[in-house]
């Protein structure tokens, strides 16, 4: 089955800066690959996503990139802010197909803005 | 709009009792999946449900058990508790067909089994 590894596990970086978190998968079928935030007492929430058709996908100061020859994909953050401290995971799965996708999550990334 | 709605938010139980954590959804999604979350493992699948009546297995489903008696709700049970099972849960559901993929999460159920 698919396993994803994500580092770094802590990320602590000045107001302003780029954050970079970065996930490798195993199971070249997997096409759909997700970013979650989860922020102190809540649910993860979908930040962005990226299917395989394409390299690349912004929105705003939040971009993903993705190598699939390599098999791993990134989040990066630009021009950091407060807000954007949190718990960052990323995920890979099958995009359609049989049943529901069933996503695989990496462990986690502790985002700190320091101001 | 509720969305995804968990119960109970936290609970503290004896080794041994038996346990139901509740998941309640008003988007009429027709799947619906219990992830537990521990530190350094990230999220981890122990059951699903693509509609009413069927449920499947996912990576941690031992000790675990679901049903999914219609669209709305989707219980997870532990019939014996053991203090492995101590973690937050967390219900999430999405729309099969004609949806972007994106899994709209509950705000989880922190479990203590001493």
């Known amino acids: 089955g698919e396993n994803v590894e994500q580092h770094p596990s802590t990320l602590s970086v000045q107001e302003g800066d780029s954050a970079v978190i970065k996930c490798t998968y195993s199971d070249s079928a997997s096409n759909y690959f997700p970013w979650y935030k989860q922020e102190l007492g809540k649910g993860p929430q979908l930040i962005i996503d990226i299917r395989s058709n394409v390299g690349e996908k912004k929105d705003q100061r939040i971009a993903v990139t993705l190598n699939k020859t390599a098999k791993h994909f990134s989040l990066h953050i630009t021009e950091t802010q407060p807000e954007d401290s949190a718990v960052y995971f990323c995920a890979a799965s099958m995009w359609g197909g049989q049943g529901a996708q069933k996503l695989v999550f990496g462990q986690g990334t502790r985002l700190t803005i320091n101001p | ?114």
């Open chain 2, 1 to 114: 709009i509720a969305g995804i709605t968990q119960a109970p938010t936290s609970q503290i139980l004896a080794a041994g009792r038996r346990m139901t954590l509740r998941c309640t959804q008003d988007m009429r999604h027709n799947a619906m999946y219990w992830y537990r979350q521990d530190l350094g493992l990230g999220l981890r699948l122990i059951h699903y449900s693509n509609t009413a009546g069927t449920t499947g297995k996912g990576e941690v489903p031992d000790g675990y058990s679901v049903s999914r008696a219609n669209t709305d709700d989707f219980p997870l049970t532990l019939a014996s508790a053991v203090p492995s099972q101590t973690s937050v849960y967390f219900c999430a559901s999405k729309p099969l067909a004609g949806g972007t993929g994106e899994l709209f999460f509950g705000e989880g159920s922190r479990l203590t089994v001493l």
